[in-house]
T-cell receptor, first 116, second 114 residues
Framework: AQTVTQSQPEMSVQEAETVTLSCTYD???????LFWYKQPPSRQMILVIR??????QNATENRFSVNFQKAAKSFSLKISDSQLGDAAMYFC?????????????FGAGTRLFVKA | KAGVTQTPRYLIKTRGQQVTLSCSPI?????VSWYQQTPGQGLQFLFE???????NKGNFPGRFSGRQFSNSRSEMNVSTLELGDSALYLC?????????????FGAGTRLSVL
């Protein structure tokens, strides 16, 4: 069975600094997709960034980038120039397709605090 | 365009009762997934519907069921409620239901079982 592990329950970063959130996963599949989601205190989850496992190039979305190490099954999220609005729960997620559908498995989450 | 709407936002029930939660996806979206979020277990996949058909199901007992209507709106039902069913239930919709499709989440329904 696939699993997703986020070993940092909480992280803290100073405004304008850089922080890296860790995620490891376990799978025997070669074709899958990885995501980072953000859940602010208002609870609505939004997609931050996604990565296709077959792509070696790390995904980047503005201040958010990932370090995808397929062999090590590691998928960390780097937030540069942290802003107060980045404070939230961050979930790492693994998704694979099945015939006619898909299933997403989430990590336990990392709560990020941003200090002014 | 309106986002994913979940109703009600809050529910209080007692053990043994049943409950129905509703999810209206973004207009045009055909895939709806349901998740249970608890502090101890995190987010767990319940099931996914596409064009009124359940395509995938998570590891939950048969007390958890769902359905999707022809307009893509979805409901999930939990029968014989247990204290452990207290959770935030999230619904997410996507346009095509493809594995790489972006899922848009609703704000959730907070269920408390007393």
């Amino acid at each position: 069975a696939q699993t997703v592990t986020q070993s940092q329950p909480e992280m803290s970063v100073q405004e304008a600094e850089t922080v890296t959130l860790s995620c490891t996963y376990d799978t025997s599949e070669s074709d899958y997709y990885l995501f980072w989601y953000k859940q602010p205190p208002s609870r609505q989850m939004i997609l931050v960034i996604r990565q296709e496992a077959y792509k070696q190039q790390n995904a980047t979305e503005n201040r958010f980038s990932v370090n995808f190490q397929k062999a090590a099954k590691s998928f960390s999220l780097k937030i540069s120039d942290s802003q107060l609005g980045d404070a939230a729960m961050y979930f790492c997620a693994y998704r694979r397709g099945y015939t006619g559908g898909f299933k997403t498995i989430f990590g336990a989450g990392t709560r990020l605090f941003v200090k002014a | 365009k309106a986002g994913v709407t979940q109703t009600p936002r809050y529910l209080i029930k007692t053990r043994g009762q049943q409950v129905t939660l509703s999810c209206s996806p973004i207009s045009g979206h055909r895939s709806v997934s349901w998740y249970q979020q608890t502090p101890g277990q995190g987010l767990q996949f319940l099931f996914e519907y596409f064009s009124e058909t359940q395509r995938n199901k998570g590891n939950f007992p048969g007390r958890f069921s769902g359905r999707q209507f022809s307009n893509s709106r979805s409901e999930m039902n939990v029968s014989t409620l247990e204290l452990g069913d207290s959770a935030l239930y999230l619904c997410a919709s996507s346009l095509t239901g493809d594995v790489l499709d972006i899922q848009y989440f609703g704000a959730g329904t907070r269920l408390s079982v007393l």
